[in-house]
């Protein structure tokens, strides 16, 4: 008999109610953080052209000179009303940050996952079907070396490459300056918004530029699906049920497909959930490697400047995001193995 | 390759279903527009970003280039000139030193068809005052009392000085950009879609951070008329992104800001052409006078013996830059190669000389600060060459230290440099643009540094109206800096751009105004 702890209901309220100190103690550490960094979005912007006099007007113009609690309260109760406020920087709603460069993000983050997905798994079962062969070690190689190469490494390698030898082939932004002017945003995805429209040759136009900055952030998740799902059919392939199979005179080829590969790809999907943090911070320097319009390298730029409203209301959309989805996946998780509930 | 697109077409599709239903609302941007009138369109590549395309909302260099193209001003500055002509305005000319009066042309009219009147251009000044936006340059009209409009195309501003730099502040696109008193909100900012403006193009679409598109304005009157139908920017985030675009012809035109070694690569290249122009834009160090050293004058006049400043363009930035011997760079009236004038070529014996009139002790002690974080990677190399070159003359022993920038400024100024980098990009083309912010009672980066007359001469330059008398008081000032030594200069960058084949036009631009006129530019490849 379950108890009345371990019910789904309850778990679900606890997980969500969760929710509430986590996000409060990022919001409060990402406010403090960019308080105490150095410097000013005054100082940064035009620091080095104005007299401190006059910089210090700027300051008050903005409500910087006023006590750090009344600026903290004011940051919290605008999150409360979802108000993320507007950029000090450029005046720019940060709502329209979120809705002008997120198409472009989600882009990049689903077409990397899908790659992740395409090359690791594959590359994973084959690894832990031959294990210890030259394919298997060579396929660990691969992942260990994509997993350890920064991000932005590999992008710039990967740049140069192809601006060496890929022949006119995109080595950044997300389409030519004409596709984008002339592609109807509807949905704020570029590739979505040509796919509407039917303009096919903007499509493919738009899967060439993604194909790089999804190769490079794919690469970086693909080493952790190739080493998951090799472990998961090593271990599998030492199951009893599939001792038994083989006892029973299945082929083998069939043992391994229907039994090993299936059952050890189950771990595999609920980490692809966990990979979206990585995802997303990967994405911020993919996004500045390659020119792409995403949230990301924006959140840089802000930084840079030290746009304090910027970065706190793009750092909470980021968080919300991630938060979200492990959430989801929790919920996932209780639903599919009851015993993450007690 | 049908495959290829087969393939790439059945992987648009899986990867639209999982966007599709994440997508957000119509933000209606866009607009499928065809371009009117002929002419190739181009891409001005570009690693600058715009703050606001509102004049009153900013105040860099990337927000006034789309500004240059989207307002009229008053005067302009013509391309391989100094000296404003009208634009708006058929003519401007100082009735006394605080009277300054614009007739503007006949016949005016914004892009969205309302007339541009002098009713627009007192609006526009007083708005820009009024608002004060922290990002904008309302600073630069500090001068301005009040402002007259007797009829519909006479406008006089009273000033609170004289002020002769008045006449170039109206060129400047942040300050001077003509805007529309029905469409821009006397106390607010208008967002950048709704931008309006009465200049040879019109924003046609505009998204934050990644481009523009401008298209030409059938409307505009006045000598700027465009070549081009049709322009695109991009904005990339890297320099290395931008040189690459560059290479592979998806920009047609890269300007600012590329590395020196980027420069120096792209000039053996077959695919593009590197033109350079006069610049103005300068770097300097700058003597903190508040510490033991810095204040005294024997030590600062021995580093200006020493410094070797054709070493520095050549071994910390490949030859991109140019020597700089006056903090007021080559090409502007009343300039003098100062430091060459009172120190000539650099020379250790001289410097110990200076040191030992001075009752130095040899080797000086010296903090010397810079910033990796604001002038680019070649600041580093920049602080590096001086070292070496203080300490091979074996009269100094140089310390380097550095921050972040926006530590930095507050380091300088707490004296924990001897001698610190810094740079200037002028806000308009007068010689005064490089005096009075530097040397009157220590200038904006507050290093002590104060003499009367110095300020008195700024303040005589202002007041006159004169081109030889202002001349004269310049070179006076430059004499008096290079004697005085507060500053060292350094070097002065070039204008410099990348382009396709078939580009025309791109040369002409490139002057020390660092105006892209992209007016004047066609492609014609």
Redesign the interface.
């Known amino acids: 008999m379950a108890s009345r702890s371990g019910s789904l209901p309850r778990y679900i309220v606890q997980r969500v109610l969760l929710i509430i100190p986590m996000v409060w103690i990022l919001l409060t550490m990402v406010f403090l953080l960019m308080r105490v ?16 006099a ?1 910089m210090d007007e ?2 008050a ?2 409500g910087l000179d006023r006590p750090l609690l009344t600026q903290y309260f004011e940051y919290l109760g605008g999150i409360l009303r979802l108000d993320l406020g507007q950029t ?5 709603p940060i709502i ?2 979120v ?5 472009a993000t ?2 990049l983050t ?2 990397a996952l ?1 790659i992740a997905l395409v090359v690791g798994i594959p590359a994973g079962l084959i690894a832990g079907r031959f294990r210890d062969t030259t394919g298997d070690v060579g396929i660990r190689m691969f992942g260990i070396l994509t997993y350890a190469a920064p991000v932005f490494f590999t992008g ?1 390698l990967v ?1 140069l490459l192809v ?1 060496e030898y890929g022949g ?1 082939w ?5 389409s ?3 596709t ?10 570029l ?3 040509a ?1 509407l ?1 039917g303009d ?1 040759s903007a ?2 136009e ?3 530029y993604l194909l790089l900055p999804a190769l490079t952030l794919g690469l970086l998740i693909c080493g952790i699906f190739i080493r998951l799902t090799r472990v998961n059919v090593l271990q599998t392939l030492q199951g009893d049920y599939v001792e038994a199979a083989r006892a029973r005179g299945i082929k083998e080829s069939k043992v391994v497909r229907s039994h090993a590969f299936r059952n050890a790809l189950v771990p595999v999907v609920t980490v692809i959930g966990l990979q979206v943090a990585l995802l997303l911070s990967g994405a911020v320097l993919t ?5 792409w ?1 995403g949230i990301g ?2 959140l ?2 802000y930084i ?1 400047l ?1 746009d304090y409203a910027a970065v706190q209301g793009i750092i909470t959309v980021f968080a919300l995001v991630v938060i979200l989805i492990s959430l989801l996946i929790d919920i996932i998780n209780a639903l599919i193995d009851p015993r993450v509930r007690y | 390759m049908v495959s290829r697109r087969l393939l790439a077409v059945a992987g648009a599709g899986v990867l639209a279903a999982s966007l599709a239903a994440c997508g957000g609302g119509d933000s209606g941007s866009g607009g499928g527009g065809d371009a009117a009138g002929g002419g190739a369109p181009w891409v001005l590549g570009t690693t600058d970003t715009v703050t606001s395309l509102d004049p009153a909302g900013s105040y860099d260099l990337g927000s006034s280039t789309l500004q240059y193209q989207m307002y009229q001003q008053l005067l302009t500055i013509p391309a391989g000139s100094n000296t404003p002509e009208g634009d708006a305005a058929e003519s401007c000319s100082y009735d006394d030193p605080t009277t300054f009066t614009c007739k503007l042309r006949p016949g005016l009219t914004f892009s969205n068809g309302n007339e541009l009147t002098s009713s627009d251009v007192k609006f526009t000044f007083e708005r820009n005052l009024n608002i004060a936006d922290p990002n904008g340059a309302s600073v630069l009209l500090a001068s301005v009392d009040s402002i007259e409009t007797p009829d519909d195309q006479t406008v006089t501003f009273n000033l609170n000085k004289p002020d002769t730099t008045f006449q170039f502040v109206v060129t400047h696109a942040s300050a001077g950009s003509i805007v529309d008193e029905e469409t821009y909100p006397a106390d607010a900012l208008v967002a950048n879609e709704e931008a309006v403006g009465s200049g040879p193009f019109v924003m046609a679409e505009y998204q934050d951070g990644n481009q523009a598109s401008l298209e030409k304005s059938e409307s505009y009157k006045g000598p700027r008329e465009a070549k081009s139908s049709q322009v695109f920017v991009k904005y990339y985030k890297e320099p290395s992104a931008l040189k690459l675009a560059a290479e592979n012809g998806e920009v047609q035109v890269a300007w600012r800001s590329l590395s020196p070694t980027d420069i120096k690569d792209l000039q053996g290249s077959d695919s593009v052409e590197v033109i350079e122009g006069a610049g103005s834009e300068i770097r300097y160090f700058v003597w903190q006078l508040g510490t033991n050293m810095g204040k005294e004058k024997a030590v600062r006049q021995a580093v200006a013996e020493v410094i070797d400043r054709e070493a520095i363009a050549q071994r910390a930035y490949d030859g991109t830059v140019d020597p700089l011997y006056s903090i007021v760079p080559p090409g502007f009236p009343g300039q003098v190669d100062a430091f060459q004038d009172v120190y000539g070529q650099n020379s250790v014996s001289e410097a110990r000389g200076m040191l030992q009139q001075g009752g130095i002790q040899t080797p000086v002690n010296l903090t010397l600060g810079y910033t990796p974080s604001h002038y680019g990677p070649n600041a580093v190399d920049e602080a590096t060459e001086l070292k070496r070159q203080l300490d091979a003359s074996g009269l100094f022993n140089v310390t380097l230290k550095s921050a972040e920038w926006t530590q930095y400024q507050d380091l300088y100024k707490q004296n924990a440099y001897d001698l610190f980098q810094l740079g200037w990009f002028p806000d308009f083309l007068d010689a005064d643009n490089y005096l009075a912010p530097f040397f009157v009672d220590g200038g904006f980066y507050e290093n002590n540094y104060s003499n009367q007359q110095v300020n008195q001469l700024v303040a005589k330059e202002q007041g006159s109206n004169k081109d030889a008398t202002r001349e004269k008081t310049f070179q006076q000032l430059q004499q008096i800096v290079a004697e005085d030594v507060p500053v060292v200069p350094s070097w002065v960058g070039k204008n410099t751009a990348v382009v396709a084949p078939g580009m025309q036009g791109v040369e002409e631009t490139l002057d020390p105004a660092f105006i892209f006129r992209m007016w004047t530019v066609s492609n014609e490849g």
């Open positions: 960094a150095p410097g000013d979005p005054v100082s940064a912007s035009v620091g080095g052209r104005l007299t401190e006059a700027r300051r113009s903005l000090i920087s450029d005046n720019r329209d940050i809705k002008e460069n997120g198409g989600l882009t689903v077409a899908l710039i740049q601006a006119d995109p080595t950044s932004s997300a030519s300056p004409i984008e002017f002339t592609v109807q945003s509807r949905t704020n995805i590739l979505v918004d796919m429209m096919w499509v493919l738009v899967l060439q996004e500045k490697t390659f020119n319009p390298s924006e840089i730029d840079e030290r």
